[in-house]
Each structure stands twice: as C-alpha cells, then as structure tokens.
C-alpha cells in the first residue's frame, strides 16, 4: 500500500497532554475511523526509549523498551502493507526487517 494521505493502516500517536495517553486510528479512503485511546504512556519527555512495531497477520503489536505496550487490530488488508512513515519532532534511526521497525527514538519535546 505505498504512503499516501489517503490510506493509512496504523497512526501511532502518543500525548502529553494531562497525565499522557496513545490515540491510534486507520484511515481509509480520505476518511479517520474511530480512535483507539490506551490511557497510558509509555515514554517521558527527554528520556530515550525503543520502539518496536511488529506487523503479525491479524494486528500490530507495538513494544516499548522490550515490552509489550498494545495490540492494534487491521483495519485495511494486511497483505498490502508494504511500508512505514515516521513523522514528529523525533530523532530516529529505523530497520524494517521481517515485520519489525526497530528504532532507539528519543522522545523530545518539539518546542526545544
């Protein structure tokens, strides 16, 4: 399924906002689903962390510093997913390797 705006198989937001949480969602077709919220966060501002993204069948596993932080079910077909976007205010370094993102990622306040 190459990038595009208008297909987007997992969006992995963390926020800082009051005491921190994740929101996940799919888009298809140009159009947000119903978000996914875990009332938890994972990372703290300043402190480095890895992150691991494993593409099983039937969900995204995501894992924080060798634990695992959440399950996202598909949305759109698996078999078409085919590559990954990382965007923000992070510094990273990334290996995508039979279904796993690899990537030390500092997590920094964008405003510094």
Known sequence: MGYNDNE????FNPRF?????????????GT???EEKKMQMPFQKGSP?????????SAFKVMVNK???MEYAHRLPFHKF???SIKGGTVHR?????GWVRGPVPCVDPDV
């Open 8 to 11: 987007i198989a997992f969006h």
């Open 17 to 29: 906002e009051e005491s921190g949480y994740v929101v996940c969602n799919t888009k298809q077709l």
């Open 32 to 34: 947000w689903g119903s």
């Open 49 to 57: 962390f890895e992150i691991c993204f494993e593409v099983e069948s």
């Open 67 to 69: 634990n695992i932080f």
């Open 82 to 84: 085919n590559g990954i």
């Open 94 to 98: 990334a290996l995508v390797h039979r």
